[in-house]
């Protein structure tokens, strides 16, 4: 099966770039997500990328993808108090498999 | 077009109670999960329904964990008897069958 590591922690300052990294053991995953989660609400997909794709952008977001070192990264540009959350990086279980498996999230805290 | 929802928000019972989570997908949708986050962990997958069957429900802990989608649509999780490490969230969502979309969860606290 699929497991997904996340740091805990993030602390920037607001206007600073913020860099969320995720490491994954299933190479099967054909899809890799961001999840956000705002204090007190449910899990907002953020984006996603798939797994034939280095790159994604999407406005003030950037998703990296390695496959070779089964490592994905969220970058969030001019990093503003709302962004303040945790993020969920998940990739499918396996080939064929609909399961999401989750990282324990990193909580990003915006020091204004 | 309204999002995955859930009800009740939060529940908090004794020890033994029977509680029941509900969950209506977006319209539409045939695929439907649950998954829940005990405090500290990761969020861990349940079960998977297919309109009505039952697809995969390799997560689900133990048989005092019930879920049903009668009719293909709505679906409900039933927790009988609670125990205390059953407290946690439960999260549902639906997808058409790609990108799945989640509900605010329910926060569920055994005492």
């Known amino acids: 099966g699929e497991d997904v590591e996340q740091s805990l922690f993030l602390s920037v300052r607001e206007g600073d770039s913020s860099v969320i990294n995720c490491t994954y053991t299933d190479s099967s995953s054909t899809y890799l997500y961001w999840y956000k989660q705002e204090p007190g609400a449910g899990l907002q997909l953020l984006t996603y990328?798939?797994?034939?794709?280095d790159m994604k952008q999407d406005q003030r977001l950037t998703v990296l993808l390695n496959k070779k070192d089964k490592h994905l990264s969220l970058r969030i540009a001019d990093t503003q108090t709302g962004d303040s959350a945790i993020y969920f990086c998940a990739g499918v279980a396996g080939a064929g498999s609909y399961q999401l498996t989750f990282g324990k999230g990193t909580k990003l805290s915006v020091i204004p | 077009e309204a999002g995955v929802t859930q009800f009740p928000s939060h529940s908090v019972i004794e020890k033994g109670q029977t509680v029941t989570l509900r969950c209506d997908p977006i319209s539409g949708h045939d695929n439907l999960y649950w998954y829940r986050r005990v405090m500290g962990k990761e969020i861990k997958f349940l079960l998977h329904?297919?309109?009505?069957?039952?697809?995969?429900e390799s997560g689900m802990p133990n048989n005092r964990f019930l879920a049903e989608r009668t009719g293909g649509t709505y679906s409900t999780l039933k927790v009988q008897p609670a125990e205390l490490e059953d407290s946690g969230v439960y999260f549902c969502a639906s997808s058409g069958g790609g990108t799945q979309y989640f509900g605010p969860g329910t926060r569920l606290t055994v005492l």
């Open positions: 329904f297919v309109k009505e069957s039952k697809q995969d």
């Open positions: 990328i798939f797994s034939n794709m």
